[in-house]
């Protein structure tokens, strides 16, 4: 297989191992085809308000000021007179879509919608808003819009301001939630004008959604704990007071109103959001009005938390919900069917109504969704043949009448909500709601513990919990019934790509094999039984109709499997070789491979052993006697290694701005550039161009431009003047001319690389907000010092001579005479490159977490919100320290006399392996947060596999290409 072919066929396969984890993991939940439900009985409201503050946390709004006084003193009195609270808890991603999607249609949406920016439907869903009879909403264009396209018909009215209005740097963001209020209280006032619109505000089963987006805005600009956070507050207060009144005194206090306030996530003290901290997940809600229960007075209560201590709310009852369960709250208070596919249960704490309501709406409730499990059940017994199919049993069709018929005969019997009549009944529902095992194992063993405990009287009420939590395991189990065979066909791919790399590494750029071609003969007999076996297989999926990626998963593994066998006699040249070798040097060759791998793996947990490796890397000229033949470099890769280690040991970028470390970074950029360029003009020897100078002054002059936008838009987002003109024009012109300047300097090895460093670094600058700005000038300083310790190395070793540094040209670094064959330290230098390309993306945050990332470090691009641009920029921000890692790998290539496809090879499987352990860690139970950190684990080493696929031929691009601007005759000095 060429080379060409071969990096297609890897970027295919590489493709189909990331691909293949959302189509097992990430699949949509939702169902279609279930009848709707709803409560038999009146309702309580007419009408339902329901107000979102976007990033509000629980502990901002509850807490007290310094002075005793509540910030929200509205929303105090209410919850302390007349309504009810508690914290609704989101789950991850705590985005404002996925929030909102939880909280108006009941169930956690899958990470397909961040394809599209959490703004479409990735797919189509009912929500409270599609079974009113009609819904007007205030706020974003990212939130509305959503709710209103998924309706099934006209009843849903959006209102939103400009997507230009969400400035981070405004003056004063509040003002998107007074443009709400306003426009609330200016469209009720038009409504006495207008008839039909009057007619229809007085209809039943009308929903009101005020979305309140100035406390994100304003939590991501100045940060929670700032006044502007805390003033929003205030304000938000101010306005949910005016609005109840103003409603009150519209409908004359008939008393059918209900209110709902709440948050669709949270926020970290530096003002992100996106993870699992607590300060995200956690969101108020407070409801008051028609059918809300009063505030109950309670001696004590327990949590894990010192919140009510904190709050001074220790004896009001605390209600704490799941945000999925606030959909059916809603929908149960105006009498709406509950959202098709909600997940959420009915929060009957929260409901002042009778006994009989309230086990109608939860048996409503638990019927909404043992329809969704149906419908899912019947689904995959239709696409899976009948020997093979294995039925969820805790919820056969037996099991599901038992449960409906003992629920109406409890209603009818007026047996709604008996206490237990044991103590094993009450440990029953405590394993169900703490979940300490895994949630399968706690809710079969809590319904088995009810069904068999004979002393235990069930309720009606307890009995439809029950029903719901087996439900949902029903939901869940159904919809990663396939995981098991889709994941073993994925697993057998990836063990077959390794063993095939590998085979390739030793037959082509070793001398470990001899040449030996498989007879015709053997080569069709293989070629037919594997293509016998892959028509099996094809069979196979065929009559059970499966979708047609599952044929991709499980074809995968015949072609691949073939190219290994096909190479038996490099198998045999192998095992032969390693025969011959010492079984003490072998297990321990074998020994630091494996513990190689797995500092890399635990680094992408703990980023503190990412200083631990470094500390070894200082050691390392030591251990092999570099240092005899090169002490100066040696002295100089030590002091460079611990001040990279010293990066994973700071907080993670975003907890506090900086500037002035920026700035600091800025003019030592520029101090080295003046030191270069006074040393590349005394030199001799050296090529001469006065071209090339004026690109490195313009280099300079931006790296001074960058250090000014950066201090400048600081000073100016402080003193809420908004985004200056000129530095936007600056930072995006800097942006461009980073990716086009690198090719117009020299392709000699240093000037090139110091060329591409400066360009980038410019960039780096306007994206950064703290110590970050120094971490590619450390970390290209001994990446240069990197390239001279491989240089040493290679001498030492006695593998060729010392080539000098000063006359290599990346152009002429093709020949192919000069290329050696590979040597077991080049092990260890393709481990060096993937260790740095790790360290690199890990060195200052965790990229697998959304909120280590600061929205302040594109301010100087743009402040306006767009999740699209700001995601490439942060992007950009974590690639600039990969493009300096990758191109000083090209330049120790050239060095080492290395052909570039067999280092690359290595470092393909090295990242191979790693992406096969994080593939057996991906988690399918246990807290949102650990399934959704293990997936981002997997996802990120399979993208770093192919971007660095795409990134070997970029940074060839960068070293080797240059753009003649001037027709002038080179020169060179003698």
């Known amino acids: 297989m060429g080379m060409p072919v071969f990096i297609v066929a890897g970027l295919l396969v590489h493709c189909v191992f990331l691909a293949s984890i959302f189509d097992i993991y990430f699949t949509s939940p939702l169902v279609h085809g279930m009848t709707p439900q709803q409560t038999p009985l009146p309702p309580p409201a007419k009408r339902l308000v329901?107000?979102?503050?976007?990033?509000?946390?629980?502990?901002?709004?509850?807490?007290?000021?310094?002075?005793?006084?509540?910030?929200?003193?509205?929303?105090?009195?209410?919850?302390?007179?007349?309504?009810?609270?508690?914290?609704?808890?989101?789950r991850v991603p705590t985005e404002s879509r996925p929030g909102h999607v939880a909280l108006i249609a009941g169930f956690y949406e899958d990470v397909s919608a961040v394809a599209k920016g959490w703004k479409e439907n990735p797919v189509e869903f009912d929500s409270l808003f599609n079974e009113s009879k009609y819904t007007w909403s205030w706020g974003s264009p990212d939130i509305l819009p959503m709710f209103a396209k998924g309706a099934s018909?006209?009843?849903?009215?959006?209102?939103?301001?400009?997507?230009?209005?969400?400035?981070?740097?405004?003056?004063?963001?509040?003002?998107?939630?007074?443009?709400?209020?306003?426009?609330?209280?200016?469209?009720f006032n038009s409504s006495r004008s207008n008839q039909t619109l009057y007619s229809?505000?007085?209809?039943?089963?009308?929903?009101?959604?005020?979305?309140?987006?100035?406390?994100?805005?304003?939590?991501?600009?100045?940060?929670?704990?700032?006044?502007e956070y805390k003033e929003n507050i205030r304000k938000v207060d101010e306005g949910v007071k005016e609005m109840a009144s103003m409603l009150d005194n519209f409908y004359g206090n008939d008393g059918k109103t209900a209110f709902i306030l709440t948050s669709d996530h949270g926020m970290t003290d530096w003002g992100s959001h996106g993870a699992g901290h607590p300060s995200e997940t956690l969101t108020p809600l407070v409801a008051w009005g028609a059918g809300v229960n009063y505030p109950q007075r309670v001696a004590s209560q327990f949590f894990e938390d010192n919140f009510l201590e904190e709050w001074k709310l220790e004896n009001l009852k605390r209600l704490d919900v799941n945000q999925a369960d606030v959909a059916p709250l809603m929908a149960s208070l105006i009498g709406v069917p509950f959202p098709l596919n909600s997940v959420g249960t009915l929060p009957l704490e929260y409901l002042n109504n009778s006994a009989h309501f309230k086990a109608e709406s939860i048996f409503t409730n638990a019927v909404q969704i043992l329809e969704q499990f149906k419908v899912k059940m019947t689904q995959k017994e239709e696409t899976t043949l009948s020997f093979l199919f294995t039925p969820f049993k805790p919820l056969s069709d037996s099991e599901q009448m038992n449960f409906l018929k003992k629920a109406r005969l409890y209603i009818q019997q007026e047996k709604y909500d008996e206490a237990p009549a044991s103590a094993n009944r009450v440990l029953c529902e405590q394993v169900i709601q703490l979940s300490f095992l895994p949630l399968e194992k706690s809710q079969i063993s809590a319904y088995l513990c009810l069904r068999n405990d004979r002393r235990c009287r069930k309720t009606m009420v307890s009995l439809c919990k029950t029903l719901i939590n087996l439900a949902l395991e029903g939901l869940s189990?159904?919809?990663?019934?396939?995981?098991?065979?889709?994941?073993?066909?994925?697993?057998?791919?990836?063990?077959?790509?390794?063993?095939?790399?590998?085979?390739?590494?030793?037959?082509?750029?070793?001398?470990?094999?001899?040449t030996v071609q498989s007879s015709d003969k053997e080569s069709t007999v293989l070629l037919y039984g594997f293509a016998f076996v892959g028509m099996i297989i094809a069979f196979f999926l065929l009559i059970q109709t499966c979708p047609w990626t599952y044929y991709i998963y499980c074809l995968l593994p015949v072609p691949v499997w073939y190219a290994v066998v096909k190479e038996l006699h490099v198998i045999q040249d192998l095992a032969a070789n390693l025969l011959s070798l010492p079984i003490g040097q072998s297990m321990g060759f074998l020994l630091v491979c494996v513990l190689g791998v797995e500092i890399l793996v635990f680094s992408f947990f703990y980023r503190s052993t990412l200083t631990v490796g470094l500390l070894v890397f200082a050691g390392w000229p030591v251990i092999t006697q570099l240092w005899v033949q090169?002490?100066?470099?040696?002295?100089?890769?030590?002091?460079?290694?611990?001040?990279?280690?010293?990066?994973?040991?700071?907080?993670?970028?975003?907890?506090?701005?900086?500037?002035?470390?920026?700035?600091?970074?800025?003019?030592?950029?520029?101090?080295?550039?003046?030191?270069?360029?006074?040393f590349f003009r005394k030199s001799k020897n050296r090529y001469v161009n006065n071209e090339d100078l004026k690109v490195q002054f313009y280099q300079m002059l931006s790296i001074a431009l960058s250090t000014y936008v950066v201090s400048s838009t600081h000073n100016s987002l402080q003193n809420k003047q908004g985004l200056p003109v000129f530095n936007q024009i600056i930072s995006w012109t800097t942006l461009v001319s980073s990716s086009v300047l690198p090719l117009l300097s020299p392709t000699f090895l240093f000037q090139r690389l110091f060329s591409i460093l400066l360009s980038l670094m410019s960039t780096y600058l306007l994206l950064s907000t703290g110590y970050e700005a120094l971490f590619p000038l450390v970390l290209s300083g001994l990446m240069f010092v990197w390239i001279n310790m491989e240089q040493e190395a290679l001498q030492h070793y006695s593998l060729s001579l010392k080539p000098k540094l000063a006359v290599l040209n990346f152009s002429y670094a093709t020949d192919i005479t000069h290329f050696r064959q590979l040597h077991l330290d080049d092990i260890r230098r393709s481990f060096f490159f993937v260790f740095f390309i790790v360290t690199a993306f890990f060195g200052t945050g965790n990229i697998a977490s959304v909120n280590s990332f600061d929205p302040a470090s594109v301010y100087c691009f743009l402040t306006v919100f767009s999740p699209f641009m700001m995601g490439a920029l942060l992007m950009l921000k974590v690639v600039i320290p990969f493009v300096l890692v990758s191109c000083a790998f090209e330049a120790v290539q050239v060095t080492t006399q290395l052909s570039s496809k067999s280092l690359f090879l290595i470092v393909l499987v090295i990242s191979d392996v790693m992406a096969l352990h994080f593939f057996f860690l991906v988690k399918d139970y246990g807290s949102w947060l650990d399934?959704?950190?293990?997936?981002?684990?997997?996802?990120?080493?399979?993208?770093?596999?192919i971007f660095m696929m795409l990134m070997n031929g970029l940074a060839q691009l960068l070293t080797t290409k240059r753009l003649e601007l001037s027709r002038r005759t080179k020169h060179h000095s003698a």
Not at 931 to 945: A, E
């Open 477 to 514: 189990y159904y919809h990663t019934y396939d995981r098991l065979f889709l994941g073993l066909s994925i697993a057998m791919s990836f063990v077959g790509w390794t063993a095939y790399v590998i085979l390739v590494i030793i037959k082509t750029h070793t001398n470990l094999t001899k």
């Open 153 to 187: 018909r006209d009843h849903v009215y959006t209102f939103c301001y400009t997507a230009e209005s969400e400035d981070f740097g405004a003056q004063d963001a509040a003002k998107l939630d007074t443009w709400v209020f306003d426009h609330v209280k200016s469209f």
């Open 200 to 227: 229809a505000l007085n209809e039943e089963k009308v929903v009101l959604f005020l979305h309140l987006l100035g406390i994100d805005t304003n939590g991501h600009a100045h940060r929670p704990n700032s006044r």
């Open 50 to 90: 329901l107000f979102v503050a976007d990033g509000l946390r629980a502990d901002s709004l509850y807490e007290l000021d310094s002075n005793g006084t509540p910030r929200a003193p509205f929303l105090r009195s209410i919850l302390e007179n007349i309504g009810s609270w508690g914290i609704s808890h989101t």
């Open 931 to 945: 399934i959704g950190t293990s997936i981002s684990h997997y996802v990120l080493v399979m993208s770093l596999t």
């Open 630 to 678: 090169a002490k100066t470099t040696v002295l100089i890769w030590i002091l460079l290694c611990v001040l990279l280690a010293i990066f994973p040991l700071m907080p993670v970028v975003g907890r506090e701005p900086n500037i002035p470390l920026v700035i600091a970074a800025g003019l030592l950029t520029l101090l080295i550039s003046c030191s270069y360029l006074a």
